[in-house]
């Protein structure tokens, strides 16, 4: 297979961070060095409009509220060392339509909220999976865990000390109160509510730099395994992304309780395995990884100027007394899942996709332009320190 | 300030290895685009063209050689006395090397940095510099790794792993004073 692309979207003057497609509509925003975030169409691939005012330094990272309707929301974390809420009321037609507005008017964003309280440069900002729960994470070592009780009025419900080092990346699960953060300390740790505290749960060690970006495989994609239930994704400086597993958790409301205990509850402990490596790509800091919802598949980018796409396959099953060679190369065995020997292999890899430039950010989204051939179509953006993001396709 | 190296050893200027003498009549084709900056210069005052880009760049141009990288960066100031790194054999040419990435899209500097003491604390500043002064200089498809040479100082890895941090260096770049004293540095750049 090979990326093909779709188009690019007009630049930025500066370097763009990172990108984030919208859960729902057919919406991606920048973080850009000019201290900006544009939102632009992926119907039309058109600029809908920019925020701006908000910080005083570049915006290193943004996110989008998941699980809210008539309204959307980002949140922006700059080096200024503040994060932003802004507000936008989509009108109804805005889900017919997918965010394409109806003039030429930039409607207008409304910066809600600063939120203050870190020491340095907020590094990245992460939505929890119900919207309920925003991460920030910065230079100063620390995790912040900010509730919203009403709208606009958030409350920090932790603050996590445990990282030695700059935080570079947060991320929740997609589906538990789970998060994860990772470090320029070179490890990932993962964090979850005890009674009343957010306690870090989970150290992975293995990495031999900075890790750059996490992200978690989505309930539902292909080899996703019910029982397994989490893996995650981890790329870093030592040019290598590798997959964890969980293997067990305690402590939980759910497991706990028919376990009886001395104290109130075991401590809330999980144990993550390091599963596999990606095949070695990049020769420069892999930047950003991420994990399709859709096929299960894995982008990543980097200062080599590379994007590569992963994908993983059931492997030739080690010679076993029982399993008949899996017939179908789509579908996971049923007989796999006890002794997982899935491989990844890459299908795909560009050299040069945003010319001579580093690339700072990868993204799958859904496929929304004219050009879609099937629901369940899927598309890259990436995006670079030419100031661009490009869109792409993976085609045969 | 106290003083981190009182009285380094210091090098001749006329036994310091350049190019730049001969070309003072006919700069070559990359001293003379020096002024169009390329990517993220925090000096930049004017706004930099398209065709500008295009001319300078790649394979176009004469190949950019070590020395024309030692050229580039031998005349940054100490921070801390009155010479360049060059006369302090902070930069020595034999510590530069380019060595082209099999793709040919994008080439690697590697610059390797002698501390004229084993703890000086100037280091990190003294290698931002450098890379200010290269990224400034060079086409956007050098990729630049700034380095304390091995066993050179005391806590260099820790340095390079600053150095060599792209978020780090750019944030680096936005604040005031830190970027007050590269600007100091960079003045005495030919």
Redesign the interface.
């Known amino acids: 297979m090979k990326l093909q692309k779709i188009t690019s979207l007009p630049p930025h003057p ?2 763009i961070w990172s990108i984030a497609v919208h859960p729902t509509l057919p919406l991606i925003a920048t973080a850009s ?1 000019d201290r900006t975030s544009r939102i632009s169409s992926l119907l039309t691939y058109r600029a809908l409009s920019t925020i701006d005012g908000g910080h005083k ?2 915006i ?1 990272s943004v996110a989008w509220k998941p699980a809210i309707k008539g309204e959307s929301v980002l949140a922006t974390g700059s ?1 200024d060392a503040t994060a932003g809420i802004w507000r936008r009321f989509e009108d109804d037609l805005g889900s017919s339509t997918g965010g394409e507005y109806a003039d030429d008017e930039e409607e207008e964003w409304r910066f809600a909220v600063v939120l203050d309280g870190h020491e340095n ?1 907020v ?1 990245c900002v992460a939505w929890s999976a119900g919207g309920n729960f925003l991460a920030t994470c910065s ?1 100063d070592k620390t995790v912040w865990v900010w509730e919203e009780m009403e709208e606009d009025n958030f409350e920090t419900i932790a603050v996590l000390q445990d990282h030695t080092q ?1 935080v ?1 990346c947060v991320t929740w699960h997609p589906e538990e109160e789970l998060l994860a953060s990772s470090s ?1 300390d070179d490890t990932v740790r993962l964090y979850r509510e005890d009674v009343d505290d957010w306690v870090c749960c989970a150290l992975l060690e293995g990495h031999t ?2 890790v750059w970006c996490i992200d978690f495989e989505k309930p539902g994609s292909p080899h996703y395994v019910e029982s397994r239930s989490s893996r995650l994704a981890s790329c870093s ?1 030592d040019l290598s992304i590798r997959i964890w597993t969980r293997v067990s958790r305690s402590g939980d409301a759910s497991t706990v309780k028919a376990v009886p205990s001395i104290l109130r509850g075991a401590p809330v402990e999980e144990e993550w395995v390091h599963e596999a490596t990606l095949p070695k790509v990049h ?3 892999v ?1 950003s990884v991420s994990w399709s919802a859709r096929s299960g598949r894995i982008v990543s980018c980097g ?3 590379k994007v590569a796409v992963y994908e993983e396959v059931a492997g030739e099953s080690e010679p076993g007394p029982e399993s008949e060679p899996c017939e179908s190369e789509s579908e996971p065995c049923e007989s796999e899942q006890a002794k997982p020997r899935s491989e990844w292999k890459v299908v795909a890899e560009l ?2 996709a945003h010319d ?3 690339v700072n950010g990868v993204a799958w989204s859904k496929r929304w332009d004219k050009g879609r051939k099937s629901d369940g179509e899927e598309i890259i953006a990436s995006c670079g ?2 100031g661009v993001v490009s869109m792409w396709e993976l085609v045969d | 300030m106290e003083t981190q190296n009182a009285n380094p050893t210091i090098l001749s200027i006329s036994d310091l290895p350049s190019r730049l003498q001969q070309k003072k009549t006919a700069p070559s084709a990359l001293l003379t685009g020096l002024t169009p900056a390329y ?2 210069d925090p000096f930049a005052t004017g706004t930099e063209s398209a065709s500008d880009d295009e001319s300078e ?2 394979s176009v141009v004469d190949r950019i050689d070590e020395q024309e990288i030692y050229d580039l960066i031998a005349t940054i100031s100490d921070p801390e006395h009155p010479l360049t790194l060059g006369e302090l054999a902070v930069i020595n040419l034999p510590h530069i090397q380019i060595t082209d ?3 040919a ?2 080439s690697r500097v590697l610059v390797e940095l002698t501390p004229t003491v084993n703890h000086c604390s100037l280091a990190t500043v003294i290698g931002l510099g450098v890379r200010v002064r290269l990224e400034q200089a060079l ?3 050098f ?1 630049l790794d700034v380095r304390i040479r091995e066993g050179t100082h005391s806590t260099g890895d820790q340095v390079n ?1 600053q150095l060599n ?4 260096v ?2 680096a770049l ?1 604040n005031e004073t830190l970027m007050g004293v590269v600007r100091k540095m960079l003045e005495t750049c030919k």
């Open positions: 500066d370097r060095s330094r570049s290193r080096f440069e590094k230079r700059d570079k320029y730099s900075t400086d020769t420069r800091a930047y200062g080599d100027g050299e040069g001579v430039f580093e320190d030419d | 990517v993220r760049d790649d990435e099999p793709s899209l994008t086409p956007p498809r990729r792993k941090d792209k978020e780090r750019a944030s936005e």
